[in-house]
């Protein structure tokens, strides 16, 4: 912003989206298909990766505990978002047969929640980090049609569940 130029985050040839920075400012965090993943284009899963800002050294979130939720080899990681109070992370999870919401702690390397919600394309945090609202679609196909519902929601924190939900 200083500078009023564009500054390439990361330099290579992966797909790298969705960033977020820390509270702190002094990392980002995103989605990637690195090498990690052993494809480099094309379909496959992203993961989640920080970036140090002042280092460029980039390492991928990988815990037992994100193993543990689904026992699946594609699992597509999407949408990260930072609490803007703690260091905790919420993102999509979208596998073969659903998707789920998830909060993850990066000190304690634990899972906080874990819902079922319709494919995530966006999360937002409350600036108190005590609610979380997403949009998600979930497509259903059939023999003659494609249908999808969209669904716009809260999540209270504390009481880990939805507390608004509206579907069109």
Not at 4 to 14: A, E, L, Q
Not at 33 to 38: A, D, E, L
Not at 65 to 87: H, K, M, Q, T
Not at 93 to 120: A, H, R
């Amino acid at each position: 912003i200083k500078t009023k130029k564009y500054v390439r985050f990361t330099d290579d040839n992966f797909e790298d989206d969705s960033p977020s920075f820390s509270p702190s400012r002094d990392k980002i965090l995103f989605t990637s298909k690195r090498p990690i993943t052993g494809y480099f284009s094309g379909p496959a899963p992203k993961n989640i990766f920080i970036l140090d800002s002042s280092t460029k050294d980039i390492k991928q979130i990988h815990s037992k505990a994100l193993d543990g939720i689904i026992n699946e080899s594609f699992i597509n990681y999407n949408n990260p978002v930072w609490c803007p109070v703690s260091n905790e992370i919420a993102f999509g999870m979208t596998y073969l047969f659903g998707s789920k919401l998830v909060i993850y702690d990066l000190d304690t390397e634990e899972i906080k929640l874990t819902l079922n919600v319709p494919s995530i394309y966006s999360i937002r945090w409350s600036s108190d980090g005590q609610f979380i609202g997403y949009q998600g679609i979930q497509t259903d196909h059939s023999v003659n049609e494609i249908s999808m519902t969209f669904e716009v929601g809260i999540i209270d924190i504390k009481n880990q569940n939805k507390i608004e939900v509206e579907k069109t």
